[in-house]
């Protein structure tokens, strides 16, 4: 299949995405809470909507959208829908990816291929190869340079493109 590299979308563009889908005016609140959730991925932010109207969650007052009263704390976890296809995807990578991007969700948003080796306790060289494969397909993460550690490893340094791919695995 073609993977498609989505771009992401300002803040303004998820705004006027919201107020179409609503279908008036929506307050800041609400759209800063859509685009954070969904850090301007369009098919996170679809997903974060939708599950937003299903689940009433979002009011109408004074004139605007807006979200219920104490929603923000609800709405941590991911929607179903979203979630359920995220695992799809992690399930669809070969076995030792898998391992490393789990691995790579405990150490952080950010990590280095070192902690990641130490955590799975894979060869370093075997996590970096792997991390390597990822980023250059766009997968769940990004490369964000290289870090010199005291003892001269070198180890890659890697982000999770998405928090929410971090909260799936």
Same mark, same amino acid.
């Given at each position: 299949?073609? *993977?498609l590299? @989505? *771009?992401?979308?300002?803040?303004? !563009? ?5 107020? &179409?889908?609503? &279908? &008036?005016?929506?307050? +800041?609140? @609400? ?13 996170f ?5 939708e599950?937003?109207?299903? =689940? /009433? ?5 004074? /004139?605007?959208?807006? @979200?219920?009263? /104490? ?12 979630r %359920?296809? @995220?695992?799809?995807? +992690? ?10 991007l #789990? ?5 952080? *948003? #950010?990590f ?6 130490? &955590? $799975? %306790?894979?060869?370093?060289? !075997?996590? *970096?190869?792997?991390? #390597?494969?990822l ?5 769940? +993460? %990004? ?8 003892? #001269? +490893?070198?180890? /890659? ?5 998405? $928090?929410?791919?971090q =909260?799936?695995?």
């Amino acid at each position: 299949g073609v *993977e498609l590299r @989505l *771009e992401f979308l300002p803040a303004e !563009d998820v705004a006027a995405y919201v107020a &179409g889908r609503l &279908g &008036g005016p929506v307050a +800041i609140s @609400l759209a800063a809470f859509v685009y954070e959730r969904a850090e301007g991925n369009a098919l996170f932010m679809v997903n974060i909507v939708e599950h937003l109207v299903q =689940q /009433g969650l979002v009011v109408r007052h004074k /004139g605007e959208w807006t @979200l219920r009263e /104490g929603v923000e704390a609800e709405v941590t976890s991911l929607p179903e829908g979203l979630r %359920q296809m @995220l695992v799809r995807r +992690i399930e669809a990578l070969p076995p030792q990816a898998r391992q490393v991007l #789990e691995a790579a969700s405990v150490v952080g *948003e #950010e990590f280095t291929a070192t902690a990641v080796a130490a &955590g $799975a %306790q894979c060869p370093m060289e !075997d996590v *970096e190869a792997q991390c #390597e494969t990822l980023a250059a397909q766009h997968h769940f +993460i %990004q490369d964000v340079g290289l870090t010199a550690w005291p003892d #001269e +490893i070198n180890g /890659g340094c890697y982000r999770f493109l998405h $928090a929410l791919y971090q =909260q799936a695995l």
